[in-house]
Protein backbone atom coordinates (compact mmCIF):
# COMPACT_ATOMS: atom_id res chain seq x y z
CA UNK A 1 0.00 0.00 0.00
CA UNK A 2 1.38 3.40 1.13
CA UNK A 3 4.90 3.53 2.55
CA UNK A 4 3.44 5.00 5.60
CA UNK A 5 1.33 2.23 5.90
CA UNK A 6 1.97 0.22 9.40
CA UNK A 7 1.02 -2.98 7.72
CA UNK A 8 3.60 -5.56 7.63
CA UNK A 9 4.06 -7.15 4.45
CA UNK A 10 1.23 -9.83 5.21
CA UNK A 11 -1.46 -7.56 6.45
CA UNK A 12 -0.51 -5.25 3.15
CA UNK A 13 -0.79 -8.12 1.41
CA UNK A 14 -4.35 -9.05 3.10
CA UNK A 15 -5.87 -6.06 2.88
CA UNK A 16 -5.01 -5.13 -0.76
CA UNK A 17 -7.22 -8.17 -0.92
CA UNK A 18 -9.80 -7.01 0.74
CA UNK A 19 -9.57 -3.29 -1.30
CA UNK A 20 -9.44 -5.62 -4.70
CA UNK A 21 -12.87 -7.16 -3.40
CA UNK A 22 -14.46 -4.05 -2.93
CA UNK A 23 -12.96 -2.55 -5.97
CA UNK A 24 -14.85 -5.26 -8.15
CA UNK A 25 -18.12 -4.11 -6.41
CA UNK A 26 -17.72 -0.59 -6.70
CA UNK A 27 -18.08 2.03 -9.27
CA UNK A 28 -16.20 4.90 -8.83
CA UNK A 29 -18.54 8.42 -8.62
CA UNK A 30 -15.67 10.89 -7.54
CA UNK A 31 -12.16 11.16 -7.92
CA UNK A 32 -9.74 14.35 -6.92
CA UNK A 33 -6.84 14.92 -5.51
CA UNK A 34 -7.87 14.57 -2.06
CA UNK A 35 -11.13 12.42 -2.29
CA UNK A 36 -12.30 9.77 -3.29
CA UNK A 37 -15.91 7.95 -3.81
CA UNK A 38 -17.21 4.94 -4.70
CA UNK A 39 -20.69 3.63 -4.70
CA UNK A 40 -20.49 -0.64 -3.84
CA UNK A 41 -22.31 -3.01 -5.19
CA UNK A 42 -25.42 -4.12 -2.62
CA UNK A 43 -24.57 -7.69 -2.68
CA UNK A 44 -20.83 -7.08 -1.26
CA UNK A 45 -21.28 -7.96 2.00
CA UNK A 46 -21.38 -4.66 4.13
CA UNK A 47 -19.12 -6.36 6.85
CA UNK A 48 -15.84 -6.70 4.34
CA UNK A 49 -16.24 -2.83 3.62
CA UNK A 50 -16.51 -1.92 7.77
CA UNK A 51 -13.25 -4.46 8.34
CA UNK A 52 -11.46 -2.80 5.21
CA UNK A 53 -12.32 0.48 6.77
CA UNK A 54 -11.34 -0.36 10.39
CA UNK A 55 -7.78 -1.85 9.55
CA UNK A 56 -7.13 1.11 7.28
CA UNK A 57 -8.02 3.75 10.40
CA UNK A 58 -5.77 1.36 12.42
CA UNK A 59 -2.75 1.89 9.90
CA UNK A 60 -3.11 4.78 8.49
CA UNK A 61 -4.96 6.90 10.90
CA UNK A 62 -4.27 10.23 8.66
CA UNK A 63 -6.52 8.88 6.23
CA UNK A 64 -10.96 10.06 6.61
CA UNK A 65 -13.12 6.88 5.83
CA UNK A 66 -16.36 7.53 5.90
CA UNK A 67 -19.01 3.86 4.91
CA UNK A 68 -22.68 4.91 4.79
CA UNK A 69 -24.12 1.23 4.30
CA UNK A 70 -27.90 2.93 3.69
CA UNK A 71 -26.92 4.45 0.39
CA UNK A 72 -23.81 1.93 -0.34
CA UNK A 73 -21.09 4.69 -0.64
CA UNK A 74 -17.62 4.51 0.56
CA UNK A 75 -15.71 7.98 0.78
CA UNK A 76 -11.68 8.21 1.09
CA UNK A 77 -9.98 11.38 1.81
CA UNK A 78 -6.78 12.82 2.99
CA UNK A 79 -6.27 16.33 4.37
CA UNK A 80 -3.16 17.13 3.17
CA UNK A 81 -1.50 17.68 -0.43
CA UNK A 82 1.83 15.09 1.13
CA UNK A 83 -1.09 12.41 1.42
CA UNK A 84 -2.15 12.98 -2.15
CA UNK A 85 0.55 9.59 -3.53
CA UNK A 86 -1.49 7.63 -0.26
CA UNK A 87 -4.79 7.92 -1.66
CA UNK A 88 -3.84 6.88 -5.04
CA UNK A 89 -2.62 3.95 -3.38
CA UNK A 90 -5.74 3.02 -2.31
CA UNK A 91 -7.61 3.96 -5.79
CA UNK A 92 -4.75 1.64 -7.31
CA UNK A 93 -5.93 -1.25 -4.85
CA UNK A 94 -9.23 -0.77 -5.24
CA UNK A 95 -8.51 -1.18 -9.27
CA UNK A 96 -10.31 1.89 -10.31
CA UNK A 97 -9.08 4.07 -12.86
CA UNK A 98 -9.26 7.57 -11.91
CA UNK A 99 -10.51 8.54 -15.61
CA UNK A 100 -13.94 5.96 -15.32
CA UNK A 101 -16.33 7.10 -17.32
CA UNK A 102 -18.96 9.11 -15.24
CA UNK A 103 -16.78 10.28 -13.10
CA UNK A 104 -16.25 13.42 -11.67
CA UNK A 105 -12.59 14.44 -11.45
CA UNK A 106 -11.04 17.60 -10.23
Known amino acids: MAPSC ?18 RAS ?16 RLDSGLVQETISIERECCPF ?9 RRLTISVPRGEQEPA ?7 LGLDA ?8
Do not use: C, H, M
Open 63 to 71: FTLDWNPRQ
Open 99 to 106: AAPGAATR
Open 87 to 93: LDAIAFA
Open 27 to 42: RLIERSKRRLVVDVDE
Open 6 to 23: ALDEEGSRVQLERYRTVG
